[in-house]
Structure formats: structure tokens, C-alpha cells
């Protein structure tokens, strides 16, 4: 059996264990039923299901238990939730692909792709590691290159693209720095004590995209949207802070605990008439200062 198909099994395992406790039969007509439909060899012996696991549990710190007295497998404790959804939508994807290949054009994918991000598990290593990193990094506001010396973070995707935040040596700030820009890319073998001080869940925890929050307090942000624009904004909400205050035939309002960065206003004027802002007064008036800015581009 291929890696590839135990990774299949762990992810339809966790999916299924997810949603109710099941015995070790009930687990097998389900994987067999999907090996039907994806052409791998999914079903295991009790055995090799043991194995299945042990590897959950260390690859996505997924703890599955024999419960006796229901008489069926159950998840009891799950780690990182929101990686291991990222992780296994992947996973899900690059199986559906590898079922497409067989149709021909049936399922369409996006042409664009983010740039940089061959840059991924070598900034992973030095951030493990705490090792500093050199690259050559293009503003696209300037004409020339410059090289930067780095003591990297974490990495942090915002908007199809992929940013590493790391300590820049020459002011000792935090900065990002978009991987679709770097080049060159080269791993020292100068370490650096652990940045203690610098929490990048927390730094970005009230934000929208890529622009951190600086120290500053989020606000309460409060956007009116059309009924049919509301539906999309609730399969896939804004923010994690998301928050429905009305609902009725004419409006939806959502409140937000954010902070109102030049990407989060970005993404209210891409809405179009399809939102308004109801508060704060700073939002409002930079979003009609945004369209007034925009309809003189127009006038002549």
C-alpha cells in the first residue's frame, strides 16, 4: 500500500470520526465505498488500522480511543485545528485532481498561483532552527534590489500570497516580507536566541490580510450587506471575530472585532454596493473618500 493511499485513509478516518464514534466495520464500508470512488485501495486490516492510528496522532496531534462501552473509535482530543482543515482541504484537493485526470476538463482549477513559495520548507527549516536568512528582496516601488538579513518567525499566507515575518538586523523590527519578492535565498549558519516578545498569533489576531495590528486596539466594525451578498458572507466569513446582529429581508449586518487596515478597506470597496459601513465614522469616511478618489478618475 502507497504512502499516498495511508494519507488518503487517515484523512477519510479523521473525517468520519469527526462527525460521529464508529466501530472498526463501519469504518471499513465507509473507506471501501470511497476507494470505489477515488480507485484506491483504502480498506486495512484491524491491524494496519492501529498503525493508522498511532501516525494520526503524530502527524496531526489527533488523538483517537477505543470506547468500550460504545463499542467504536472516537476522537478525544484534537491539537491544531485550523492547520490540520488546511492540511487535509490539500490533501482532498490533490486527490480530487488525481480523479479529474480521468475526465478530462471536468473540474477547472484556478490558473493563478501564488509566487515565491518554493521557499517555504527552507524558511521552515530556519525558523525551527533559529538560524538567519540573506535574500534579495524587490519593492515593487523601487527600481533595485536589496539584500536583507533576516532572523525569520513564522510564515503567514494573506490573500493567494505568502509573507514571512521575520526581525530585520539592520533596525531589529518586525517586518513581512512577501516570498513572491525574494530571491536568493540563503540559509546562514548564524543562530539567534528565540524572539520571546514577539507573539505573531496575536499580532494579527484582529487583522485582515497582511498589515498587523502595531499595537494598536482593534475596533468594533459593523457592515450592512444585501441579503443575497450576506449568504456568501456567511459560508465564508471575513473574519474569525464575524458576528450576526440582524437579519431580516431588507439587510444583514455583521459585526467585527478588527483593525481597519488599508487591506481591510480594500476588501469593502471590492464588495462594491453590496456593503455598507455603519460604523465607525473613520471607516465610513475613508471608504467615501476611496470612491470620490475613484469616480474623478472618471470625469474627464
Request: hydrophobic share 35%; aromatic share 10%; net charge positive.
Amino acid at each position: 500500500m502507497s504512502k499516498k493511499e495511508s494519507l488518503h485513509r487517515h484523512r477519510l478516518i479523521i473525517s468520519k470520526l469527526r462527525r460521529s464514534p464508529c466501530s472498526f466495520e463501519q469504518l471499513q464500508d465507509f473507506l471501501a465505498l470511497q476507494g470505489e470512488i477515488s480507485g484506491d485501495q483504502l480498506t486495512c486490516s484491524l491491524r494496519t488500522f492501529q498503525r493508522d492510528i498511532k501516525e494520526v496522532a503524530s502527524l496531526y496531534d489527533i488523538v483517537i480511543n477505543y470506547n468500550r462501552t460504545l463499542n467504536a473509535y472516537e476522537i478525544i482530543h484534537e491539537g491544531n485545528e485550523e492547520q490540520n482543515e488546511r492540511f487535509l482541504e490539500a490533501f482532498e484537493i490533490f486527490n480530487a485532481l488525481k480523479v479529474a485526470n480521468q475526465y478530462s476538463n471536468k473540474l477547472l482549477v484556478e490558473k493563478r498561483r501564488p509566487m515565491g513559495t518554493e521557499h517555504v520548507f527552507g524558511l521552515l527549516h530556519a525558523i525551527k532552527n533559529n538560524l538567519e536568512v540573506s535574500f534579495l528582496y524587490e519593492k515593487y516601488f523601487e527600481d533595485n534590489n536589496r539584500k536583507r538579513t533576516v532572523r525569520p518567525i513564522a510564515i503567514k499566507e494573506a490573500k493567494y500570497r505568502w509573507y514571512v515575518l521575520a526581525m530585520d538586523i539592520k533596525d531589529l523590527k518586525v517586518k513581512s516580507f512577501g516570498l513572491d519578492r525574494i530571491s536568493g535565498l540563503e540559509i546562514s549558519k548564524v543562530k539567534f536566541e528565540p524572539i520571546f516578545d514577539y507573539n505573531p498569533e496575536e499580532e494579527y489576531k484582529h487583522s485582515f490580510g497582511i498589515i498587523g495590528g502595531n499595537g494598536q486596539r482593534p475596533k468594533k466594525v459593523i457592515l450592512s450587506f444585501s441579503p443575497i451578498e450576506a449568504k456568501f458572507i456567511k459560508s465564508l466569513p471575513l473574519h474569525h471575530s464575524q458576528q450576526v446582529i440582524l437579519d431580516n429581508e431588507d439587510e444583514c449586518r455583521f459585526q467585527y472585532l478588527i483593525h481597519t487596515t488599508y487591506d481591510f478597506i480594500m476588501e469593502i470597496l471590492a464588495r462594491g454596493s453590496k456593503v455598507k459601513v455603519i460604523e465607525p465614522k473613520d471607516l465610513k469616511s475613508a471608504i467615501v473618500q476611496n470612491l470620490e478618489e475613484t469616480l474623478s478618475l472618471y470625469k474627464n
